[in-house]
């Protein structure tokens, strides 16, 4: 059974980091795509970026931020978002999801990933 549990969710600072954990297990493909959305109260699902499962590729919303690392430790098969300087208007519930590569789209669209998670609350607040 898939399974994709975030953590690492919490209260900062403006201007302070997080760093997300997306543990992942149940499934054994070779060439899939993890994502990392975003999604406020009365909005819609926000895609932040993603990360080939090599780790070798990872394509993000916005490239020019430049306070957001996705990345894949296969050690523990996990993926994580670093997110640094962040901003109130950060805050949102992030969630992670899995891409079989079988419903196509573009990588911003929620539709194409079969698999989510949970969610874990990121608050930027003074």
């Known amino acids: 059974q898939v399974q994709l549990v975030e953590s690492g969710g919490g209260l900062v600072l403006p201007g302070g980091s997080l760093r997300l954990s997306c543990a992942a297990s149940?499934?054994?493909?070779?060439?899939?795509?993890i994502g990392w959305f975003r999604q406020a109260p009365g909005k819609e699902r926000e895609f932040v970026a993603t990360?080939?499962?090599?780790?070798?590729?990872?394509y993000y919303a916005d490239p020019g931020k430049g306070g957001f690392t996705i990345s894949r430790a296969r050690v523990n098969n996990t993926i994580s978002l670093q997110m640094n300087v962040l901003k109130p208007e950060d805050t949102d519930v992030y969630y992670c999801?899995?891409?079989?590569?079988?419903?196509?789209?573009?990588?911003?669209?929620?539709?194409?990933?079969?698999?989510w998670g949970q969610g874990t609350q990121v608050t930027v607040s003074s």
């Open positions: 149940g499934f054994s493909l070779d060439d899939y795509v």
């Open positions: 990360v080939s499962w090599s780790g070798s590729n990872q």
């Open positions: 999801a899995l891409d079989l590569g079988i419903r196509g789209g573009s990588f911003h669209y929620p539709g194409r990933y079969d698999y």
